[in-house]
């Protein structure tokens, strides 16, 4: 073991594999930075670029890219309130409110960090790990995944801060919006108006772009005082304080605990698990009126598992061959065509390299950090810039990045138009983050239920009765019922008070 793990090492160590690295992850870092030019979009187009080099050389650019992309994502959701990853909604929930206090340096000082935490914690589940928490997903069967899609949803009322109603009523606008498309079983159209470009959905990126950024830009243009006046920021200190950094570290590891658990799971990801972080973050804080208007521990859980994902993926797809996400699916292609099997037996014969992925792994996460907390005084420099220069940006890049998703106008469409619906919902003062929601988990627990209950012969009880659904469900059921039990106790508290004299 000592011998594989030092030749695993030698062979991360050599500087041509280490350039490539560097490569990856400054490449990885523009593909997350760009609203709309994910990870996955930029694993896919450069993976043709290494097939002509050795495999530790092409899996470092490609590792590079993946771990220096998610984090980048959550550097416009902070600074202009935009996702640069699907990965990094739940980071612009806290983030960009932190920066409209003007703390954008510190929000993106605790996305570096935050982010190497889950990263390094994740990795060390890989390195020591990886088989427990691998057959634990291969346990997931389609009732299990309608579990897990029907916990994420049950989140609505928790994202939705003090207006409950409304965003339940944005949630299942969501789930509507999700139906559009071919029927996941029978491949009939449904709700496409007998439009072809409705045949494979409503693309989740323009939609998000659009809420996020466009409705912002409309809301900011909408608003005199902003058109007025320059938005001129303090950025403040980057690196949090001891006392603050300390505060932190809980929500870090719990985020990043509960990232690489679902970023294990097939088909789940950095998304679901972020905003599960934020919110189970949310529940056990005394301050939970913070949360989603410039928590820090907010900003930590979300940031920590998004990145956690990361190894949790990558266990998934090193030991078992099943790919944890659209990226690591793309990184099992690139393996098969360097020779390069992945599954229990890449454990037993080729274990030099399996520690090579490790440290580049980790190398990477490094690499990413250091540009994070480097470049973060450089990069908030960005709200200095006039408002009609900034908008004018977020619309064009939003634009772009729409259209290069798919290579369709009717993504560009979309975003529009959920440009308008976002503008509109912050008018109303109705929550965002449901309708992501309901728009991300729809399909997955619409489809997963039917083929549970294809299986089970239509019986709900024996899927009821399966153990992790149980669980799933009942987690569900108190995610729900959660806000209401506690207004219930606020209010009896509140009739409590202290005895009156005589």
């Known amino acids: 073991m000592t011998a594989e793990l030092l030749a695993g090492l030698a062979a991360v160590l050599d500087w041509q594999v280490l350039a490539f690295l560097a490569a990856g992850v400054s490449l990885g870092a523009v593909f997350g930075a760009l609203p ?19 495999p530790e050389q092409g899996l470092a ?43 954008a340096g510190l929000a993106l000082g605790i996305n ?47 994202v939705s801060g003090d207006r ?27 709700y496409t108006f007998g439009l072809s470009e409705f045949l494979d959905g409503i693309s989740f990126v323009p939609v998000m772009i659009g809420l996020f950024g466009l409705g912002e830009v409309l809301s900011q243009v909408s608003d005199r005082r902003a058109r007025a006046r320059a ?28 990232g690489t658990m679902v970023g294990a799971i097939p088909a789940a990801g950095g998304d679901i698990g972020s905003v599960i972080a934020w919110e189970q973050a949310r529940r056990t804080a005394k301050d939970k009126g913070q949360f989603g208007k410039g928590s820090l521990r907010g900003l930590a859980a979300s940031c920590s598992a998004c990145n956690a994902a990361i190894g949790g993926a990558m266990t998934t797809m090193l030991t078992l061959g099943i790919p944890g996400d659209a990226v690591s699916a793309i ?50 420099k960005v709200l ?23 290579n369709a106008v009717a993504d560009v469409w979309a975003m529009y138009a959920a440009g308008l619906l976002g503008f509109v919902f912050r008018r109303a003062r109705i929550p965002l983050g449901p309708l992501v929601l309901g728009l991300i988990l729809g399909p997955m627990m619409e489809s997963n239920l039917r083929r549970a209950l294809i299986l089970s012969g239509g019986d709900w009880l024996a899927l009821v009765a399966r153990p992790i659904v149980a669980v799933f469900l009942a987690a569900a059921v108190l995610s729900i019922a959660w806000p209401w039990i506690r207004s219930r106790r606020s209010a009896s508290r509140s009739n ?7």
Not at 341 to 366: E, M, R, T
Request: proline content about 7%; hydrophobic content about 55%; glycine content about 12%.
């Open 36 to 54: 709309g030019l994910t990870a996955t979009m930029g694993v896919a187009v450069l993976t043709p670029l290494t097939f002509w080099v050795s």
């Open 112 to 158: 570096a960090l935050a982010s190497a935490a889950g990263q390094l914690t994740s990795i060390a589940f890989l390195a020591f790990l990886a088989f427990p928490i691998a057959s634990f997903a291969l346990r997931f069967g389609p009732a299990e995944y309608f579990g897990l899609a029907l916990l994420g949803i049950s989140l609505m009322a928790g």
């Open 61 to 103: 650019m490609l590792l590079g890219i993946y771990c220096g992309a998610i984090p980048a994502g959550g550097i416009p959701a902070i600074l202009i309130n935009v996702p640069g990853t699907p990965a990094s909604i739940a980071t612009s929930w806290d983030g960009y409110a932190l920066t409209r206090k003007g703390k």
């Open 496 to 502: 409590l008070g202290p005895p009156s004299s005589a």
């Open 331 to 380: 990184l099992i292609g690139a393996l098969l065509i360097h020779g390069i099997q992945p599954g229990p037996l890449l454990f037993a014969n080729n274990q030099a390299f399996v520690f090579s992925i490790v440290f580049l792994l980790v190398f990477a996460c490094l690499m990413i950090m250091v540009v994070g907390l480097l470049g973060a005084r450089p990069l908030a």
């Open 231 to 258: 938005t001129k920021i303090e950025i403040g200190r980057v690196v949090p304080k001891a006392r603050d950094a300390r505060s932190l570290v809980g929500s870090a590891l719990s985020g990043a605990g509960v």
């Open 384 to 406: 200095s810039v006039p408002p009609p220069l900034l908008w004018a940006g977020i619309i064009v890049f939003g634009t772009v990045g729409s259209y290069a998703l798919n």
């Open 164 to 190: 409950v109603l409304q965003g339940m009523l944005a949630g299942s606008l969501g789930l509507a919006l999700a139906l559009v498309g071919l029927d996941p079983m029978t491949a009939y159209p449904r």
